[in-house]
């Protein structure tokens, strides 16, 4: 790559600013003769960071993995929402567990693992990424077929059902194949002595380009198209609703309503920041004070965005009685075993028996189009 051409990829990039590379401290600004230092920006995501991904991999942990066991051991997935549901404490669970690598990554102020770790983790990182947000599209879908097309859409969806694992298989090939790029060009390299986990473009390739059309591939399905889908879906939806004589009907909308709102304040601040940051590649005059600034909104807009996936289990899952339900049972089956080995008169295996007949009569007496999500 050409000098001119690594200057301009290294003046401004908003992974290698987030992720403190290093090589980004000092550029020309504003066509005077001074350096402009983004010190003060690595500073400050050398403290936050690491603390905000530390909490959102606990929390994302705890609330996801209690999804997973719910649907493992109390819940039988009934609908395409409950298998997406499932898919997306997987994605989740995936997610966060490379966050730990990105906060040693700012707190260290490098890359101290492999290459071959540089790869994987900015892969795994991005599917899983891309996964949540598309299976957030299929989750507004399936419950516009189920309540908007509610009498015609019971064959529909049985059938989709019968097809769950190909459709699920799908979206997770599509989130691969959107983030194919990021096991390419993602790299350990070394830059003003400090080592990096960046993409690295090939020599006579335009960085300012790739840069473009990865921006543009976040924005389309890391924010776009599940923005479409729910606006759509969920629009009809709650007018849907509205007109049906259904005393839960309130109650469902103020969830939806809950989604929606929930989904735009964790997204919009960081896509925002995104597209400020497409607009100035490659821009020569742009100020100190500016950068600085993006460089602090950056941290602070993806750890929101992040923060999402913590939420996901409350507003998808546990937000509805029968999640709860399960969930208490869970925390009874827990105190069980430990009473279990306190006190030889009390019977674990009767309170399971009685929890499995229970969980059986519910799941029987409820309707196909029942979901998770509404009730």
Known sequence: MSEEAMNLSAGFNFSEDYFGSGNSSDYSADGDSFLCSLQEVRSFSGLFVPVAYSLICVFGLLGNVLVVVTFAFYKKAKSMTDVYLLNMAIADILFVLTLPFWAVSHATGEWVFSNATCKLMKGVYAVNFNCGMLLLACVSLDRYVAIVQATKSFRLRSRTLAHRRAICLLVWAASGLISVWTFVFNQKYHVQDSAVCEPRYHE????????????????????????????????????????????????????????????????????????????????????????????????????????????????????????????????????????????????????????????????????????????
């Open 204 to 375: 006579g390739s335009d960085p300012i380009r790739w840069k473009l059309l990865v921006l543009g591939l976040q924005l389309l399905f890391g924010f776009s198209i599940p923005l479409l889908f729910m606006t759509f879906c969920y629009a009809l939806i709650v007018r849907t609703l509205v007109q049906a004589q259904n005393s839960k009907r309130h109650k469902a909308i103020r969830v939806i309503i809950a989604v929606v709102l929930v989904f735009l304040a964790c997204q919009i601040p960081h896509n925002m920041v995104l597209l400020v940051t497409a607009a100035q590649l490659g821009r020569m005059n742009r100020s100190c004070h500016g950068q600085k600034l993006l460089g602090y909104a950056t941290n602070i807009t993806e750890v929101l965005a992040f923060l999402h996936c913590c939420l996901n289990p409350v507003l998808y899952a546990f937000i509805g009685q029968k999640f709860r339900s399960y969930f208490l049972k869970i925390v009874k089956d827990l105190w069980c075993v430990r009473r279990r080995r306190k006190s030889l008169g009390f019977s674990c295996s009767r309170l399971h028996s009685e929890s499995f007949v229970s969980r059986q009569n519910s799941e029987t007496a409820d309707n196909e189009n029942a979901s998770s999500f509404t009730m």
